[in-house]
T-cell receptor
Framework: KAGVTQTPRYLIKTRGQQVTLSCSPISGHRSVSWYQQTPGQGLQFLFEYFSETQRNKGNFPGRFSGRQFSNSRSEMNVSTLELGDSALYLC????????????FGDGTRLSIL | SQELEQSPQSLIVQEGKNLTINCTSSKTLYGLYWYKQKYGEGLIFLMMLQKGGEEKSHEKITAKLDEKKQQSSLHITASQPSHAGIYLCGAGSNNDMRFGAGTRLTVKP
């Protein structure tokens, strides 16, 4: 059974640009959560999607957004990139909200120049 | 919000030695998850503890949950270089999990 797949693995952008990251959950998993990991702040929750609806959102500015498609695949978008957005972005999936454990992908390493 | 504090922040042990990592919560723990991460990679699920007093083992790793102390411990017996990495504890009633800062483990051959 394939795990959580995130693309791309690495991305370099410049300030002011926008970026879209993709996550394909484990087959049959319908809940997808996104996290940001930085050396300073650690692993922080961004948002969670289930049945194409955002169920929960962390404390991040509106520049961070996401969506989920009918096949449970999810994308997150960051607009007007800032240097501080450089991070490892991790996606996790589970069967349904509250049904853990969450299984994580290998992440997308985003670097802002 | 729930805060998780891990100790120690980093640990260097000689291969074959035992070690313990602790995770303390600022709020009541309704479930505690342990993950391992290799640098720059995703989190690998290790164990899930849901009831006070629960103890689980997988290979040489044992985790316990002390609900009264709002604490969990992860114990590795006879450490090996393959155990090296960052260990993170996580908690949350839904899928908006909070994580500790992690414990970086180095195992010297």
């Amino acid at each position: 059974k394939a795990g959580v797949t995130q693309t791309p693995r690495y991305l370099i952008k410049t300030r002011g640009q926008q970026v879209t990251l993709s996550c394909s959950p484990i087959s049959g998993h319908r809940s997808v959560s996104w996290y940001q990991q930085t050396p300073g702040q650690g692993l922080q929750f961004l948002f969670e999607y289930f049945s194409e609806t955002q169920r929960n959102k962390g404390n991040f500015p509106g520049r961070f957004s996401g969506r989920q498609f009918s096949n449970s695949r999810s994308e997150m978008n960051v607009s007007t990139l800032e240097l501080g957005d450089s991070a490892l972005y991790l996606c996790a999936s589970s069967l349904a909200p509250g049904l853990k454990p969450q299984h994580f992908g290998d992440g997308t390493r985003l670097s802002i120049l | 919000s729930q805060e998780l504090e891990q100790s120690p922040q980093s640990l260097i042990v000689q291969e074959g030695k035992n070690l313990t990592i602790n995770c303390t919560s600022s709020k009541t723990l309704y479930g505690l998850y342990w993950y391992k991460q290799k640098y720059g990679e995703g989190l690998i699920f290790l164990m899930m503890l849901q009831k006070g007093g629960e103890e689980k083992s997988h290979e040489k790793i044992t985790a316990k949950l002390d609900e009264k102390k709002q604490q969990s411990s992860l114990h590795i017996t006879a450490s090996q270089p393959s155990h090296a990495g960052i260990y993170l504890c996580g908690a949350g009633s839904n899928n908006d999990m909070r994580f500790g800062a992690g414990t970086r483990l180095t195992v010297k051959p």
